[in-house]
């Protein structure tokens, strides 16, 4: 019988961002695949959401955690390890924030606020990550969300642009350390999402839209439903000589 390298039942992940958006198909697909996911959102639903997913038939817990904070996120980390029975295999850092000023005029504070969500919070996460795989002896997954704009600035994101510019640089540093344990750092760079983060663009009255639009040559926005495949792939056996990668999932917007 051939092998199934996608099967992920039994793995224990932890999705962050889980309660909504892409972070959201991410924890979907590993539970489709036959995962454990609890997921860490400072979104009050979170709790909610994971319910609804065990009654489903999934297995997933919750934790609500604020990521901008360093005492909490370690502390939610281990509770959310703690939550899987005291063992990890997958970590996907999915979780995100986003302001918008001009440049000239983004306020310090933004930018503080996006970097420490987006790029402080993977960097201290992903090492606990990578301490509990190299304690466990068991190797592990760790799959980053970089975006479009690690290969392009895009127009009043300069915190944005320059988090995911440092999550796409940050998963090459952890995969140089860390392929020979056998833990595999990877990201996708989602492209243009239909998401709640997206709003502003996806209003058919917004200029922007068409353009973007057009420029797919997939002729439409991703959904959540698209990172599921690419997020299994890199938390399952197959992906397991991929080392450091920036995968876009983009309909084929950076090719064009």
């Not at 909490?72 to 979780?95: P, Q």
């Not at 606020?113 to 304690?135: D, E, H, K, P, Y």
């Not at 983060?197 to 009255?205: I, Q």
Request: hydrophobic share 40%.
């Amino acid at each position: 019988m051939a092998k199934n390298f996608t099967d992920l039942t039994g793995k224990k992940a932890i999705v962050t961002g889980g309660a909504q958006g892409l972070s959201y198909g991410a924890a979907e697909g590993l539970m489709e695949a036959g995962a454990e996911v609890c997921i860490m959102d400072i979104n009050p639903k979170v709790a909610d959401v994971a319910k609804a997913f065990c009654e489903r038939g999934f297995k997933c817990s919750a934790v609500t955690a604020n990521l901008g904070d360093k005492k909490e996120r370690r502390e939610k980390f281990l509770e959310a390890v703690e939550k899987l029975g005291g063992h990890l295999d997958i970590l996907v850092n999915g979780a995100g924030v986003q302001r918008r000023h001009k440049c000239e005029e983004f306020p310090e504070e933004d930018w503080e606020f996006v970097l420490n969500v987006n790029l402080n919070a993977v960097f201290a996460l992903s090492q606990m990550a990578g301490q509990t795989f190299i304690r466990q002896g068991s190797g592990g997954k760790i799959i980053n969300f970089a975006s479009m704009l690690a290969f392009f600035g895009g127009y009043t994101v300069p915190a944005y642009a320059a988090s995911k510019g440092g999550i796409a640089q940050l998963t090459k540093a952890l995969c140089n350390e860390w392929a020979e344990k056998n833990i595999n750092v990877n990201a996708i760079a989602p492209g243009y999402m239909d998401t709640e983060m997206n709003t502003a663009l996806t209003d058919p009255h917004n200029p922007r839209f068409k353009e973007i639009t057009d420029r797919i040559p997939h002729k439409r926005w991703g959904t959540p439903e698209d990172v599921k495949g690419p997020i299994i792939f890199l938390a399952s056996s197959a992906s397991d000589y991929l080392d450091g990668a920036i995968i876009p999932v983009d309909g084929g917007y950076l090719v064009k």
